[in-house]
């Protein structure tokens, strides 16, 4: 397995355990690719949910632009709801698995291309 495949196990092992999601790993496989190389870097690779600007990111970076959703005070409660499914005491909140939950939130699999 390469370094990729190595990081979408982890994922889907933080959505398993500590989300209470059982994933799609097709999803979450493209979720991760859409990724790019952020999920290469520490530092980009989670997510800093104490930094209001990294939410602002998220909302307009992967809501607005990439899944296409209209700016709403909706978008910032999406992520809330999120990270908070994904635990307030887990410190270290991948990307991908916040992204994927996002997707499967707004209901915007279609956007990778799956039903």
Not at 45 to 64: H, R, S, T, W
Not at 69 to 80: H, T, V
Request: net charge negative.
């Amino acid at each position: 397995m390469g370094k990729r495949d190595d990081l979408i196990a982890i994922y889907a092992s933080d959505l398993s355990h500590k989300c209470g999601v059982v994933p799609d790993m097709e999803l979450l496989s493209k979720v991760t690719i859409g990724c790019g190389p952020a999920i290469y870097n520490a530092e980009t690779a989670v997510i800093a949910v104490n930094d209001p600007g990294e939410l602002q990111l998220v909302k307009n970076n992967f809501l607005i632009r990439k899944l296409g959703l209209a700016g709403s005070a909706e978008l910032m409660d999406a992520i809330e709801s999120v990270l908070e499914t994904y635990g307030s005491a887990e410190p270290v909140k991948y990307r991908a698995v916040v992204y994927y939950m996002l997707t499967r939130y707004f209901g915007k699999e279609s956007i990778y291309g799956m039903g």
